[in-house]
C-alpha cells in the first residue's frame, strides 16, 4: 500500500479511536509530505519555463511524482526532527515535551522500514572497505560516501559512522 494512503488510513482509525497525539503526529508526516510534494511542482514548474512556456510547464508540474523511497526519506527527517526536539527538552528540563516528542518518534518509526543493526552492517562495512582498500582512520572520507550511498534508508548515519570508524580503528 501506497504509505501517502496508509498515512492517511491510519489517521481516520486514530480519528475514530480519538488518539488526539497519534491524529496530530499523522496530520504532521503527511503535511511534511506535501509540502515536499509542493516544493518539487514548483521546482519543475520553475524548470519548464514557468509562465513563457505554460504548456510545458503544465505537463512538467504533472509529471512530478513522489515515490515511496522519497516519502521514507520525509518520515526519517521527521523522526529525526522528534529525536532531537526530545534532546533539546531533555537538556532544557522538560520531561513533559521530552515523552511528547519521543512518542511522536515512535509512531512515525512504525512506517519506516526496518533498520539494521550494527551487528547486522558490520560484515557488510567490512567488504566496503576492503574493496576500498582503506586501512585507517585517515580513509574514513573514502569509505563514508559509499556506506552512505549503500545503506540509505536502511540504518541512521551515526550507527554506519559508528561502525565505519569502529573497523577502521
Not at 480519528?15 to 497525539?21: I, P, V, W
Not at 526536539?85 to 512518542?103: H, T
Given at each position: 500500500?501506497?504509505?501517502?494512503?496508509?498515512?492517511?488510513?491510519?489517521?481516520?482509525?486514530?480519528?475514530?479511536a480519538?488518539?488526539?497525539?497519534?491524529?496530530?503526529?499523522?496530520?504532521?508526516?503527511?503535511?511534511?509530505?506535501?509540502?515536499?510534494?509542493?516544493?518539487?511542482?514548483?521546482?519543475?514548474?520553475?524548470?519548464?519555463?514557468?509562465?513563457?512556456?505554460m504548456?510545458?510547464?503544465?505537463?512538467?508540474?504533472?509529471?512530478?511524482?513522489?515515490?515511496?523511497?522519497?516519502?521514507?526519506?520525509?518520515?526519517?527527517?521527521?523522526?529525526?526532527?522528534?529525536?532531537?526536539?526530545?534532546?533539546?527538552?531533555?537538556?532544557?528540563?522538560?520531561?513533559?515535551l521530552?515523552?511528547?516528542?519521543?512518542?511522536?518518534?515512535?509512531?512515525?518509526?512504525?512506517?519506516?522500514?526496518?533498520?539494521?543493526?550494527?551487528?547486522?552492517?558490520?560484515?557488510?562495512?567490512?567488504?566496503?572497505?576492503?574493496?576500498?582498500?582503506?586501512?585507517?582512520?585517515?580513509?574514513?572520507?573514502?569509505?563514508?560516501?559509499?556506506?552512505?550511498?549503500?545503506?540509505k534508508?536502511?540504518?541512521?548515519?551515526?550507527?554506519?559512522?559508528?561502525?565505519?570508524?569502529?573497523?577502521?580503528?
Amino acid at each position: 500500500m501506497n504509505m501517502q494512503l496508509r498515512l492517511q488510513n491510519d489517521m481516520k482509525e486514530a480519528m475514530r479511536a480519538r488518539d488526539q497525539l497519534r491524529v496530530e503526529t499523522l496530520r504532521m508526516a503527511m503535511n511534511a509530505i506535501k509540502v515536499n510534494f509542493d516544493n518539487l511542482k514548483k521546482q519543475a514548474y520553475d524548470a519548464a519555463g514557468g509562465e513563457s512556456n505554460m504548456a510545458a510547464s503544465t505537463a512538467a508540474v504533472d509529471a512530478v511524482t513522489l515515490a515511496e523511497p522519497q516519502m521514507i526519506e520525509i518520515i526519517i527527517k521527521e523522526v529525526k526532527r522528534r529525536r532531537e526536539s526530545a534532546d533539546m527538552y531533555r537538556k532544557g528540563n522538560r520531561p513533559e515535551l521530552v515523552a511528547k516528542e519521543e512518542q511522536e518518534a515512535v509512531i512515525l518509526e512504525s512506517y519506516l522500514p526496518r533498520m539494521l543493526s550494527a551487528d547486522e552492517l558490520r560484515p557488510q562495512i567490512e567488504a566496503i572497505i576492503q574493496n576500498v582498500g582503506a586501512k585507517g582512520a585517515a580513509d574514513m572520507n573514502k569509505v563514508m560516501p559509499l556506506v552512505m550511498q549503500q545503506f540509505k534508508g536502511q540504518a541512521e548515519g551515526r550507527i554506519l559512522n559508528q561502525v565505519v570508524r569502529e573497523l577502521l580503528s
